[in-house]
């Protein structure tokens, strides 16, 4: 089935090195939503696109962490000087609705280990 | 405080049994709430919403909100093995941000 994909699923990173995690959402899906997901805790949201638009970036913990979704579909999230505090599961989630929607499909994350 | 509360368990039961999982929230601009089911190594994956107040049923699932109370309820009936996991509850305001909230999850085990 065609679902929402995240590549890779693992990353391992030395502390202070950059990563890049890929997301690529359901086909025709409009929204695409980054969450954090710390060992034992809830998703916490980092950011929103719709389309190729940013509309929400107010979850993003600190000026290192980045993403972009240039056509409207696939999205990039990046982490910049990678810090311990940033080990978690990276989940990606899309949606066919603009606004006002609550169905978001979920990928099956990214887990990233910074060592 | 956090916007959602929920009891990170473990809760482990008896196949059979019926399973009695809840949230609580502060923020009364909640209107859409969900239960996620989320295996080992994989993402959540969307069981039941509601949409304000009241009852929904799904099978061996039953979801409630209760708005005065802001307190919602995830129940399965005739639990089994293959239930187990950990269940997390959303909730998404109408209107405004587009973000859900999440509880920290419950992990359920049911023992055959």
């Known amino acids: 089935g065609a679902g929402v994909s995240q590549s890779p699923r693992y990353k391992v990173a030395k502390r202070g090195q950059d990563v890049a995690l890929r997301c690529d959402p359901i086909?025709?899906?409009?929204?695409l939503f980054w969450y954090q997901q710390a060992l034992g805790q809830g998703p916490e949201f980092l950011t929103y696109?719709?389309?190729?638009?940013?509309?929400?970036k107010s979850g993003l913990p600190s000026d290192r962490f980045f993403a972009e979704r240039p056509e409207g579909s696939v999205s990039t999230l990046k982490i910049q000087r990678t810090q311990q505090e940033d080990s978690a599961v990276y989940l990606c989630?899309?949606?066919?609705?603009?606004?006002?929607?609550?169905?978001?499909?979920f990928g099956p994350g990214t887990r990233l280990t910074v060592t | 405080q956090k916007e959602v509360e929920q009891d990170p368990g473990p809760l482990s039961v008896p196949e059979g049994a019926i399973v009695s999982l809840n949230c609580t929230y502060s923020?009364?601009?909640?209107?859409?709430f969900m239960w996620y089911r989320q295996y080992s190594r994989k993402g959540p994956e969307l069981l039941m919403y509601?949409?304000?107040?009241g009852n929904k049923e799904d099978g061996r699932f039953t979801a409630q909100v209760d708005k005065s109370s802001k307190y919602i309820s995830l129940f399965i009936r005739d639990s089994q093995p293959s239930d187990s996991a950990t269940y997390l509850c959303a909730m998404k305001t109408q209107g405004g941000s587009e973000k859900l909230v999440f509880g920290k999850g419950t992990k359920l085990t049911v023992n055959p």
């Open positions: 989630a899309s949606s066919s609705s603009g606004t006002g929607g609550f169905e978001q499909y």
């Open positions: 509601t949409y304000s107040s």
């Open positions: 696109f719709q389309n190729e638009a940013q509309l929400d």
């Open positions: 086909s025709g899906h409009v929204s």
């Open positions: 923020n009364s601009a909640f209107q859409y």
